[in-house]
């Protein structure tokens, strides 16, 4: 575990954490006016590896090579010029500072962080961090990563879980949740709706599902899979039989056959390690999908209906009343997709000259 430091004064900013992989979902912007809980589990950090927020450069401002020496492989509409290597935390895990005067502007319904770092140390008054909570964004602090330092704390350093280990935890992430807003009669309301967390994981996996088409057709397995990816597939490919396809692979799960050219896998929530398979099926193109995500896509009812006499013990599923389900079709979160395929060097392939095309025409209606 680590706590982070001022790196002018050496006061502690936080209470001790320990590093866990970026979340999917760390840029997303969803919805207008609604009220996104915390990014960052408590007593965790993760490092993004990406420049955030301003100072912003036009994408005629930058030459091709810069760009790609930056990672980006095809046109933004904008670059970031700020650090990289942001340390993002929950904000209740900061210690020692104070919000600077002058620095919260740009929002809505909280700090957006537009103003650049809005956070100092309150010992030498050093700005160190940026403070997100407005609405529609995810709520965290971004320690600045020059202006902090990591330091060892003592205590038990836990090894990473096993695989194994995690599919028998289980903790999987529902597809629907209710969404809270701002602006209801009484105050706060919500509705009902497709989780922003898969919406970004969809983004994301997307993008490689694209870039692992090789221009082809892709068929994916039906169910939540399908919800999930065939519409935009079919919408963003050429028509077609499907000649390439995926399937879901990962611990636990038969293994694939060698016919199978593209694999939906998880990525472990501690170290950021895409599950890989041993044997022929490790050439297949792996798709990222978060833990939690893939757990349901493998397994979507958390219990089976069984028959019962008397009253319903809380492990039957009962269809009275029934559970409240989505008003639309789901949707991949386009700035999740855009941001993903952007950093894809296969984005640079003529055959994907096509999608983009269709992308910068705002895409075919009703897949983001």
Known sequence: MFVF??????AELTV???????????RQTYGNGVQLPVL???????????????????????????????????????LSDSRSGAVVIAPGDV???RLIPGKCGGACCGLSGADGP???????DLPVATRVDDCSLWQAVRLDSDAVRRVPVDGVHAEPPSWAELVERGERTPPFEPIATWGGRLGSSHYWSWSPRWEAAAGQALAHLLVASHGQPVQVPDGPTADMFQRALDALLPAGPPTRRAVLAGPGQPSPGTDVGILLVPVHPRTGETWSPAGPAASAYPVPLPLGVWLWLVSPHPYLPVPAAGGVPPEVLRDDPLPPL????FRADRGTFEHTLVRLPAVRSPWMRAVLEKLSQDGPAGIF
């Open 5 to 10: 430091v001022c790196a002018r004064c050496a």
């Open 16 to 26: 001790p954490l320990s590093q866990v992989s970026l979340p999917a979902h760390a």
């Open 40 to 78: 960052m589990e408590a007593g965790t950090f993760a490092v993004d590896p990406d420049p955030w927020g301003g100072p912003w450069r036009m994408w005629h401002e930058i030459d091709t090579g810069e760009a790609e020496a930056r990672g980006i492989y095809a046109p933004v509409h904008a």
């Open 95 to 97: 210690r020692g500072t």
């Open 118 to 124: 809005n956070m100092a140390c309150q010992a030498c």
């Open 326 to 329: 989505p008003h639309r079709p």
